[in-house]
């Protein structure tokens, strides 16, 4: 059974840093790309960020391009997203996702979700 | 990257057929087969409906039909059952190798 487990939200004032992880399970995580996507309170789906299984291409919204960084550690089954200069704008839950078979395909697997809360 | 269009709300009553239509442009939508389609319910994790514009994964009822004609894909439910009740939002990928989710269509069954 596919598993994934996002960390590392909370609470962090404008300008400030965060590193969410995700880590996975159930599958053979070098294989397939991943995904960041974010849904601010009451709102609809954005996606943030992507990356290929082998971590050779990255990809960025460009509402976070410059600011949040996308990384993989295949070893250790983890994704992970730097967040840095956080703005209001970006309080959300940030879901982790698989896609379920080319990098553009689709995202079948989603985990729970980290609330990263930006206020002062 | 603007978000796709979606209508706000569409509904329907229990054994119909419905229809949310997901507008973009030949950027996205019209450019790729890379449509795809989620249920989320209130307070869930999204769930993928439908994906490459008209597959179903594993485990999604064939009620669920998606098609595409130009810059608009539509994701069809038939036999609208009350467990269908929830938010559907469109994705695709772009040309910026990004992916733009829908604006997010609210179903309620009447």
């Known amino acids: 059974e596919v598993q994934l487990l996002e960390s590392g939200g909370g609470l962090v004032q404008p300008g400030g840093s965060l590193r969410l992880s995700c880590e996975a399970s159930?599958?053979?995580?070098?294989?397939?790309?991943m995904s960041w996507v974010r849904q601010a309170p009451g709102k609809g789906l954005e996606w943030v960020s992507g990356i290929s299984g082998s971590d050779i291409s990255t990809y960025y919204a460009d509402s976070v391009k410059g600011r949040f960084t996308i990384s993989r550690d295949n070893s250790k089954k983890t994704l992970y997203l730097q967040v840095n200069s956080l703005r209001a704008e970006d309080t959300a839950v940030y879901y982790c996702?698989?896609?379920?078979?080319?990098?553009?395909?689709?995202?079948?697997?989603w985990g729970q979700g980290t609330l990263v809360t930006v206020s002062s | 990257q603007s978000a796709l269009t979606q209508p706000a709300s569409v509904s329907g009553s229990p054994g119909q057929s419905i229809t949310i239509s997901c507008t973009g442009t030949?950027?996205?939508?019209?450019?790729?087969?890379?449509v795809s389609w989620y249920q989320q319910h209130p307070g869930k994790v999204p769930k993928l409906i439908i994906y490459?514009?008209?597959y179903r994964p594993s485990g999604v009822p064939d009620r669920f039909s998606g098609s595409k004609s130009g810059n608009a894909a539509s994701l069809t439910i038939s036999g609208l059952q009350a467990e269908d009740e929830a938010d559907y939002y469109c994705s695709s990928c772009t040309t910026s190798s990004t992916s733009v989710f829908g604006t997010g269509t609210k179903v309620t069954v009447l």
């Open positions: 996702a698989k896609v379920i078979d080319d990098f553009w395909s689709g995202f079948l697997n």
């Open positions: 159930g599958f053979t995580f070098s294989s397939y790309a």
């Open positions: 490459e514009v008209n």
């Open positions: 030949s950027s996205d939508v019209g450019g790729y087969n890379c």
